[in-house]
C-alpha cells in the first residue's frame, strides 16, 4: 500500500481508466495532481485495460520503461467490444482495493481518451439498466452487468460515438443514448 493510503480507505472512490496505449500505472503517474488535490476528498483506483497494444502517441519518450501497454479495445477501428473482459478488468481493479482494505462508495469515474469513451459507456449502461429496472415494476430484473451506482464521470480528450456495453434489459426501449448522468468535459 503507498505511504498514506490507509487514511483514504474509507473516502468515496473513483475509478480511473487509463487511455489507449498507456496502462494504469502510467495514468496514475499522470494524475499525480489530481489525486493530490482530491487525497483528502476520494480515494482514486487504477485499472488496467484487458488488450495488449502498442504505445500510445507520445507515451514512449517518458514511459518506454513502464509497459506493459494495454487498450480497452483490441484494434482502434473496433467498436464492436469485448464487455466481458472489460468489466473483468474493472471488477479486478475493484476487488483489489476492497481486499486492500477500502470501504468507501464507488462514486465516480475519470476516464482519458478511450478511457474516457469506455467511462461515459459505463454511465450509459447504468443509466440504461436504472430504467429497465424502473420500468419491470420490481418484477425481478436481473442485471447482468451491476454498476456500483456512479454519480458522475469526468473525461479527458473523450470523443463518441458511446460503446454499446450490454444492458440487463431491452435496449430498443430506450430513446436516445443521451446521457443524463452528470459529466465534466475536459
Given at each position: 500500500m503507498a505511504p498514506g493510503a490507509e487514511r483514504t480507505l474509507d473516502l468515496p472512490r473513483i475509478l480511473c481508466l487509463h487511455g489507449g496505449g498507456t496502462n494504469a500505472q502510467i495514468f496514475r503517474a499522470q494524475c499525480r495532481v489530481i489525486r493530490a488535490h482530491l487525497a483528502d476528498s476520494f480515494r482514486l483506483v487504477f485499472a488496467d485495460a484487458p488488450f495488449p497494444f502498442q504505445p500510445g502517441p507520445d507515451v514512449t519518450p517518458v514511459y518506454s520503461d513502464w509497459g506493459s501497454f494495454r487498450a480497452w479495445l483490441p484494434r482502434p477501428d473496433m467498436m464492436e467490444l469485448n464487455v466481458d473482459r472489460i468489466d473483468g478488468c474493472i471488477s479486478a481493479a475493484m476487488r483489489a482495493d476492497d481486499q486492500a482494505g477500502a470501504t468507501g462508495q464507488w462514486a465516480g469515474l475519470i476516464g482519458f481518451s478511450q478511457g474516457a469513451s469506455l467511462a461515459a459507456s459505463l454511465l450509459l449502461r447504468q443509466q440504461r439498466d436504472n430504467e429497465s429496472q424502473a420500468s419491470s415494476?420490481?418484477?425481478?430484473?436481473?442485471?447482468?452487468?451491476?454498476?456500483?451506482?456512479?454519480?458522475?464521470?469526468?473525461?479527458?480528450?473523450?470523443?463518441?460515438?458511446?460503446?454499446?456495453m450490454g444492458s440487463s434489459g431491452d435496449n430498443t426501449q430506450f430513446g436516445s443514448d443521451l446521457l443524463r448522468l452528470p459529466t465534466i468535459h475536459a
Open positions: 415494476w420490481g418484477m425481478g430484473c436481473s442485471v447482468k452487468n451491476p454498476s456500483p451506482g456512479y454519480r458522475f464521470a469526468v473525461l479527458f480528450a473523450g470523443r463518441g460515438p458511446l460503446m454499446d
